[in-house]
């Protein structure tokens, strides 16, 4: 035993003594040698130097990105920057923030992507994008980070002031979204402005692509949803994820859809039903868990005419329009599957939802789903201010904590008195006292 432990210690120091250092800055010239004195200027020419096991110091400044940057025009996109060498790391330097500002590349009539994962086992930290633009009229979309390898990890990134989504999710494996915040995205150019293909976060997997997770990111004041799984082939995991005030400017200008969690479906009435069994069936259930939706335009959690149920496990909804939206489409067949009906099959478990402006529960057929000690069916089901112990959503926007977390501040969380704690049932999470408590927030684990 001593013998193998003395083994993975020497592999572990020999790897790391061959791993090297390279730096990115806003003042770099791409024929430095990329050392922390002599730092090249992009990304770019930081992967055409590092190896797989290596790290790309990027340090704090504003990066004003041109045209010229761009990396590869395929059909109708414009990769900025293609990530296709694998074993990479990405970090901002220290304490410093690194800002990606795109305003200055409009290609004519191309969809504009500013990151490209295409490889694999790459890690992107501490990062900031900016002002992506759209250039057609028509119906099209921009994105932030364009997902395609396995095994990456985008860590602390924030998305904001752009025309584009977020995180755009779209082909391989075990890939995690972790403690990011897309917010204040808005396509004001393609069909009319109203930015309906503008998600703070999405989800649109292949056959194939599976143990995708987005885990503690936040999403705001994004056009269209905040998190959206339509088009998806293969379950993905959302937890402890935050949506709110999607649908709308930061004015509060009303834009496109404006769901928090959007779990589902596949373009209803656009998607025949011969490509649904080619390649989307089995239909796959998202788990959407311990999540927070908060003043939504339409739906806080919502099925989206989702074709199978989702699994909805100890959530907190409050002041969506409905706060639990399950609709889906009757069923998989011929003649149902573009036909909306109430929703089936989902798994609703301990989940809590409060002040919503038209419905707190809609679209659902009880008999044919379970049920597991959600507020709305509780024998004294009534919820009050008085529950909580702040509903200030001014700490929505708080401060992350040191390690990138979520903030941890008392916005709907369960006064000591309230009869919502010990009410839930044990569904296989960690929990403290008799029973778990309702909603995305566990007493003294807050």
């Not at 045209?67 to 901002?92: C, H, P, R």
């Not at 903030?407 to 929990?431: E, R, Y």
């Amino acid at each position: 035993m001593k013998y193998r432990f003395l083994l993975v210690l020497i592999f572990l120091n020999s790897f790391l003594l061959s791993a090297k250092e390279f730096y990115v800055a806003p003042q770099g010239n791409d024929t430095n040698d990329g050392s922390i004195t002599k730092p090249v200027e992009t990304i770019k020419r930081a992967q055409e130097l590092a190896s797989s096991g290596d790290i790309v110091y990027i340090r704090g400044g504003l990066y004003a990105m041109r045209e010229e940057q761009i990396a590869e025009k395929k059909g109708i996109w414009a990769y900025v920057t293609n990530l296709d060498k694998n074993g990479i790391s990405y970090f901002a330097y220290k304490n410093e923030i690194p800002v990606f500002d795109y305003k200055n590349i409009k290609p004519e009539n191309y969809r504009i992507v500013a990151f490209l994962l295409s490889g694999n086992n790459i890690h992107i930290k501490g990062i900031e994008a900016i002002g992506i633009q759209v250039t057609i009229q028509k119906h099209t979309q921009s994105e932030c980070f364009e997902i395609r390898g396995n095994n990456n990890t985008l860590e602390q990134i924030k998305m904001h002031e752009n025309m584009a989504i977020g995180v755009y999710m779209l082909s391989g494996s075990n890939n995690l979204i972790l403690n990011c915040d897309s917010y204040n995205n808005w396509d004001s150019v393609s069909e009319g402005g109203k930015g309906g293909n503008t998600d703070g976060f999405g989800a649109h997997l292949k056959k194939g692509s599976i143990n995708n997770v987005f885990r503690g990111c936040r999403a705001w004041f994004n056009s269209d949803d905040g998190f959206d799984l339509i088009n998806n082939a293969e379950p993905v995991l959302i937890e402890n994820c935050w949506a709110f005030y999607n649908g709308y400017s930061s004015d509060f200008v009303s834009r496109a859809d404006g769901n928090g969690f959007k779990s589902g479906g596949y373009a209803k009435g656009r998607n025949p039903y011969s490509n649904l069994i080619a390649n989307f069936t089995p239909i796959p259930k998202n788990t959407i868990r311990f999540s927070l939706a908060v003043g939504n335009k339409q739906g806080g959690f919502y099925a989206n005419h989702h074709l199978e149920g989702n699994y909805w496990h100890n959530n907190t909804a409050y002041k969506n329009r409905v706060n639990y939206d399950m609709l889906n489409c009757l069923a998989l067949n011929p003649t149902d599957f573009g036909t909306d009906g109430p929703g089936w099959n989902h798994e609703l478990a301990n989940n809590l939802g409060f002040a919503a402006k038209v419905k707190e529960l809609g679209n659902i057929d009880k008999s044919r789903c379970v049920l597991k000690n959600n507020y709305f069916d509780l024998a004294d089901n009534s919820v009050t201010a008085s529950d909580f112990l702040s509903l200030d959503e001014a700490l929505l926007t708080a401060p992350r904590q040191a390690d990138g977390s979520l903030p941890n501040n008392d916005f709907l969380k369960l006064a000591p008195s309230s009869k919502l704690i010990d009410a839930g049932t044990n569904i296989g999470f960690p929990f403290n006292g008799k029973a778990p408590a309702l909603g995305c927030f566990e007493k003294n684990k807050q």
